[in-house]
């Protein structure tokens, strides 16, 4: 099964409102990423967040990480139509160098 | 313009037959990375480097071969392929911020491998 599993997989909101998505990981990090992913496009980085950190923000994000229960969030505010996309958290773990992947949430924002 | 290129972007190939798909950086990257993204199972880690000539197993390396001779170039070679190898792919490069580990991925914009 995958490190990184995003809860939930999908969700729709109106313009305006606020999206959140949980990743949940199984083994101890050293870092923990969020990217966005337009339909069938490269992925774009949003935001690192390391394991001795517990919240980030950047510009509408806001990330939590709780290593203790070995998940992250991202919140989305004021949603924007722009927004609609895929979000994917990756983790990177402590041994080794890989970097994995969740199965994503998809996010449609209703303008 | 700091980027990652894929060529080619969309192919089309038959079973067994040997091809490459190659991928660049122009940011002095010292990590790079395949992915192949499959619905209903994210994306995985095929093959990553951490530098010129230093080369490493992901997720799912079976069928896939990389070599990395100079920085900036990292191509995937599928020696002889088959359908279960149709997927969308992606390249990633990422700074080794410290010397160590890296950090935030930055991606090619995709190649689509359709075989028959």
Known sequence: ?111 | EAQVTQNPRYLITVTGKKLTVTCSQNMNHEYMSWYRQDPGLGLRQIYYSMNVEVTDKGDVPEGYKVSRKEKRNFPLILESPSPNQTSLYFCASSPARGGTRPYEQYFGPGTRLTVT
């Open chain 1, 1 to 111: 099964s995958q490190q990184g599993e995003e809860d939930p997989q999908a969700l729709s909101i109106q313009e305006g409102e606020n999206a959140t998505m949980n990743c949940s990981y199984k083994t101890s990090i050293n870092n923990l990423q969020w990217y966005r992913q337009n339909s069938g496009r490269g992925l774009v980085h949003l935001i690192l967040i390391r394991s001795n950190e517990r919240e980030k923000h950047s510009g509408r994000l806001r990330v939590t990480l709780d290593t203790s229960k070995k998940s992250s969030s991202l919140l989305i505010t004021a949603s924007r139509a722009a927004d609609t996309a895929s979000y994917f958290c990756a983790t990177f773990l402590d041994a080794g160098n890989k970097l994995t992947f969740g199965g994503g949430t998809r996010v449609l924002v209703k303008p």
